[in-house]
């Protein structure tokens, strides 16, 4: 096998795999399968780094901040199936994590679309946080928002499968997921796909979770929008309070069906406007918005 100088671990060429067109079915994917079972220790490599965006992205957020995260190809619809899940799964408010995907039309790919980068960057500024997703490194619309995020004053995190990517010196978190070669050379929504889900998931779960948008474990700020939703939030509400389900339900009905507004009118016994006023005040954060109530209604005057 001849061996050819790359840009990225992830681009290099796999020697495990180069007599997979000659295998038979099975085998092929216990190839796939064998490379792709070596992505979860290599994201746990990067943990310490991981913990470092989430407690920057965390404070943006309680600070009244955005998140944008940018990317194109695979990284940016990942990066975009994750924030169009927050509002229905945690109630975060519109706009305040939003995803920028590089148009892709099947013939003009606007990954090397510097130009359009460079205005999605222009949308964060101080208090914000920019995260630029690339599986290279050097995407150059993820890099161009990426720096030009910076210079605003924005907070930065890039996401990459390339430890030693330039990019990577100039922001303040470099997560890199050293995921190496894929099963198929170049194919990056395979090994470096995966591994930028399990960071975009445990990005935006932990986030979730210390800026106090979940109970215990329970998703009682899911959106409840229909009949499935609104019995589960009434579940979760009813699993966290003790309260019979059908005084949760109620509960949730009177407040609009957003759980995190029953679950504090229940455990602080005010009606439903005070405990949204009281989410408000805590950037959404529930158990200071409980130790809010509490503390108020125990010191009227305080």
């Known amino acids: 096998m001849t061996s ?23 085998d092929v994917l216990r190839l796939v399968l064998a490379e792709d079972a070596t992505v979860p220790a290599a994201v746990a490599s990067a943990l310490p780094e991981l913990a470092r965006a989430v407690d920057l992205v965390v404070g943006v957020l309680r600070s009244g901040g955005r998140v944008h995260v940018v990317g194109a190809g695979t990284s940016g619809r990942l990066a975009a199936l994750d924030a169009d899940e927050l509002r229905p799964t945690y109630g975060l408010e519109p706009g305040r994590w939003t ?34 997703v690339t599986a290279s490194g050097r995407t150059p619309y993820a890099v161009a928002a990426v720096r030009t995020a910076a210079a605003r004053g924005a907070a930065t995190v890039l996401v990459s499968g390339n430890p030693a990517a330039a990019a990577g010196s100039e922001v303040d978190v470099h997560v890199a997921v050293h995921t190496g070669p894929e099963a198929v050379t170049g194919s990056t929504r395979m090994k470096a ?23 215990s474990n329970l998703m009682v700020g899911a959106v409840a929008t229909n ?29 609009g069906g957003d759980g995190r507004v029953a679950l504090l009118s229940l455990l602080a016994g005010v009606p439903a406007a005070t405990a949204r006023e009281a989410l408000a005040v805590t950037a959404g954060h529930l158990r200071d918005a409980l130790s809010l109530l509490t503390g108020h209604r125990s010191n009227p005057n305080g």
């Open 99 to 132: 995803a920028h995907v590089a148009a892709f039309d099947g013939a003009v790919d606007g990954e090397d679309d510097t130009a359009t980068g460079t205005e999605v960057g222009a949308l964060a500024g101080p208090g914000d946080v920019l995260v630029g």
């Open 4 to 26: 050819v100088r790359v840009d990225s671990p992830t681009e290099g060429r796999n020697p495990t795999t180069t007599d997979i067109d000659r295998l038979p079915t099975a």
């Open 193 to 215: 796909g995966t591994a930028q889900k399990l960071v975009l998931n445990a990005l935006c779960t932990a986030t979730m979770v210390r800026c106090g948008r979940i109970w």
């Open 227 to 255: 009949g499935k939703l609104r019995a589960r939030v009434a579940a979760a509400v009813a699993e966290a309070t003790g309260e019979d389900p059908q005084v949760c339900t109620a509960a949730v009905q009177d407040a």
